[in-house]
Structures are given as C-alpha cells and as structure tokens.
C-alpha cells in the first residue's frame, strides 16, 4: 500500500472512532458508573510498526477530539497520550518468542485471545486509571475512582473486543 493509501485509512479510522464515540458511544452509561471509550480502539489497533513520535502525536490528536466534544479540559489528551506512551513498552512485554512479523497488527485473530486480552486490559486499566483520577482531582474518594474505573474498564473492554471480532479480519493460513 502506498504512503498516501496508509494516510488515507489512518484519517478514515481516525474520524470513525471520533464521531462513533462522539455522536453514539459517548450518550451511553452502565448504570452511572461506568463509561465506554471507543475511541482507544484508534490507539491500540494501530500498525505495530508504528512510530513511537506518530503514535504519542495521534494519541494527542483523538484526545483533544474528545476533550472538545466533551469540553474535559485535556483530560482525555492526557490519558490518551500516555496510552500511546505505555503502548510499545506494553508490546515489548508481550512479545513473542519469535518476534513480531512485519505484516502482524494488534488482532485478536492473529495474536491470539491470551495475547489480546493481557494487551486490552493492560493498556485499557492504565487509562481508565489516570482518566478517572484526573477527573476527581484528587485521591479523596478512591472508592468512588475504583469503581468507575472497574465498571469502565468491562465496558470499554467488551466494545474493543467487539469491534474486533466484527471488523478485523480472521487470521488466515501461514505458508
């Protein structure tokens, strides 16, 4: 695929998960407690090949998208900046014995469920961490920061793998 090809689909990811998380997502709740980040998927489906410099630049960009749809003051920036950050630590941690391949992604299909759901929920709880404290401004009410994050987590968690499932696509025979 050529450099303006990979342009084009990063733009067209980028606006469907800003305006899927702006315009749907971001109107639904888990029992006032918990909320659903899709737009993360942006982040964490991207190439594994990705540049360290492009992704903190890209986590930036859904993140202030986000904080002027929902006027939070950087939050969403901040958390998804260190995201982006934690990614390839993340992805060093989980790599296999063999390396990653030039043509592999973050898929369920292809990396397997154990390897997917440790990625998810590692990078996801970090996020929700630092969003929801943030978001306090303090550590006064832990309980009230836990479970948000906890219920936010499932829910964020569950969409991701959702999307996944229905739009990556399934791993094919290796020659």
Do not use: K
């Amino acid at each position: 695929m050529s450099m303006l090809g990979v342009v084009l689909r990063q733009l067209l990811r980028f606006g469907l998960y800003a305006g899927v998380q702006v315009l749907i997502i971001g109107q639904l709740s888990l029992f006032g407690l918990g909320w659903c980040f899709l737009y993360l998927g942006y982040i964490l489906f991207l190439p594994l090949r990705t540049p360290i410099a492009l992704q903190l630049l890209l986590g930036f960009a859904i993140g202030l998208a986000m904080d002027i749809s929902y006027d939070t003051g950087g939050l969403h920036a901040a958390a998804a900046v260190l995201l982006a950050y934690l990614r390839p630590w993340v992805l060093r941690l989980l790599t296999p014995r063999d390396g990653y391949d030039a043509q592999d992604t973050v898929n369920v299909h292809q990396m397997g469920w154990q390897w997917f759901m440790v990625y998810l929920l590692l990078l996801v709880s970090l996020h929700h961490l630092v969003y929801f404290f943030l978001e306090l401004g303090s550590f006064r009410h832990p309980l009230l920061a836990l479970g948000r994050v906890g219920v936010s987590i499932l829910f964020t968690s569950t969409a991701l793998l959702i999307v996944q499932l229905l739009f990556f696509p399934v791993r094919r025979g290796r020659s």
